[in-house]
């Protein structure tokens, strides 16, 4: 095992973030004295970086090389002829990019939330960003940039069912936020970013670096991601608005064509270190996020083919359970369903395999007798079946990404 080299002894990638004092007065009176006598603060601006370049050694770049090769094949060989695979993929980043923020539900809720049954506040949230997430990919995809509607988009997508943060929702911040510290101003806070009246400029600079072509892939998703951090441009969300991003370069660059890998499994594995390395990043370093932003891709990558692999016995041992299934029946199009839709209500099933809902009632009867689904819910409007196979895949899925994650990080330590 390597000691970690100490940042003083390392080159900068550039120049790292300037303390900037800025006169401060509490809009409302609210907390300790200090808080209210409070008069200044120090803001820290990131660099512009529209044209920066960013050096990086020759491990790096083999590395790199790797994972992308890895991603690759992930998508040729299971994004074509598994589509399900994808929504499974999704929902597991969306859920692992959650879990970063201390957002957590169970399956069954999360489930209950994307379909609109009752669930918590946090099962909502999850739901919501991973809708938002998909529209940011889908809007990079298509269009082939990055652009900031989109991103306002999502934000509006993720805060929309929010009792506190509708009306906030896809709009830049107007006022000074920080993290850490104090509830009522920024005293003590470990970060805090550029003023508001900067943010659009800031925004414009970090979007022209998003759309460049002669960046090194993984490069230019970990600095946007990481400058959108410091950027902070939004009151709440940022955290998992700037992760989808990752994922929009990727597929604006064509690294991804199908498929969206949990990479942030692999951010969770090691939250503080991942919080380091973005600390790291407002220093002049961003190296150490692009090694962690390639080792979470290259695992996240080798896991979900086995993911894809598991799915395809998941399916013959369901229909071995179900005593033999034929094609075009309604049987046959909810095991498809199931595949990339693991939590259903009556009402989902058969407006996507058709039939009425009591046809569709039998067929589900038939699939719990079978042990494919489990129903809870205890009122028929609450109901919802899981395919509990497939749910403890994507869980088996994000644990094997974090163990593995944990592994290489050890092994660089």
Same mark, same amino acid.
């Given at each position: ?5 100490? @940042? ?6 550039w ?20 808080? =209210? ?16 370049? &960013? ?5 790096? !770049?083999?590395?790199?090389?790797? /994972? ?11 994004? =074509? ?14 859920? +692992?990019? +959650?879990k ?53 988009s ?5 805060f ?59 490069? !230019? /998703? ?17 955290g ?5 991003l990752?994922?929009?370069?990727? @597929? ?9 890998v949990?990479? /942030?499994s ?15 990043? @407002? ?21 979900? *083919? ?19 299934v ?9 095991? =498809? &369903?199931?595949?990339a ?8 099933? /058969?407006? *996507? ?8 009632a039998?067929?589900?009867? =038939? ?10 819910? *205890?009122?028929q409007?609450? @109901? ?7 749910l ?6 994000t ?15």
């Open positions: 095992m390597t000691t970690r080299q100490p @940042r003083a002894e390392l080159p900068r990638d120049p790292p973030h300037v303390a900037e004092a800025r006169p401060w007065r509490q809009t409302v009176s609210r907390g300790p004295k200090a808080d =209210r006598e409070l008069r200044e603060i120090v803001v820290q601006r990131p660099p512009f970086i529209a044209d920066a370049r &960013l050096p990086h050694d020759r491990s790096l !770049q083999i590395t790199m090389g790797s /994972a992308l090769s890895g991603l690759a094949q992930l998508d040729q060989t299971h994004g =074509r002829k598994l589509g399900a695979l994808d929504q499974l993929l999704l929902r597991t980043e969306s859920v +692992s990019s +959650s970063i923020e201390n957002i957590e539900a169970g399956f069954d809720d999360y489930g209950r939330a994307l379909h609109g049954v009752r669930a918590n506040a946090s099962a909502v949230s999850m739901a919501s960003a991973t809708r938002a997430l998909a529209e940011v990919i889908a809007d990079a995809g298509t269009t082939g940039s990055l652009r900031q509607e989109a991103m306002l999502a934000h509006r997508e993720l929309r069912l929010h009792p506190d943060m509708r009306e906030k929702s896809g709009f830049t911040r107007t006022v000074q936020n920080w993290i850490g510290g104090s509830d009522y101003s920024p005293r003590g806070a470990l970060f805090v970013p550029p003023p508001p009246d900067t943010v659009t400029g800031y925004l414009d600079d970090l979007f022209a670096f998003a759309n460049r072509d002669d960046v090194p892939i993984l490069v !230019q /998703a970990a600095v946007v991601h990481a400058q959108f951090e410091s950027i902070h441009p939004f009151i709440d969300g940022n998992r608005i700037g992760r989808t990752i994922h929009a370069v990727l @597929r604006r660059r064509r690294a991804t064509r199908h498929l969206t949990p990479i /942030a692999g951010l969770v594995a090691h939250r503080d270190r991942y919080f380091d390395a973005l600390g790291d990043y @407002r220093q002049g370093y961003a190296r150490p996020l692009v090694g962690m932003l390639t080792n979470a891709t290259l695992v996240a990558s080798h896991e979900s *083919r086995r993911t894809a692999t598991n799915l395809h016995e998941i399916g013959r041992d369901w229909e071995e359970a179900l005593g033999g034929r094609n075009g029946s309604a049987e046959k199009r909810l095991l =498809r &369903l199931l595949v839709e693991p939590l259903v209500t009556t009402a989902m099933v /058969a407006e *996507r395999i058709g039939g009425s809902e009591a046809d569709v039998r067929v589900i009867e =038939r699939f719990e007798e079978a042990g494919v689904l489990t129903r809870s819910g *205890r009122r409007r609450d @109901r919802i079946w899981s395919a509990t196979a497939i403890d895949e994507l869980q088996d899925l644990v094997r990404i974090e163990s593995v994650t944990r592994g290489y990080d050890a092994d660089r330590d």
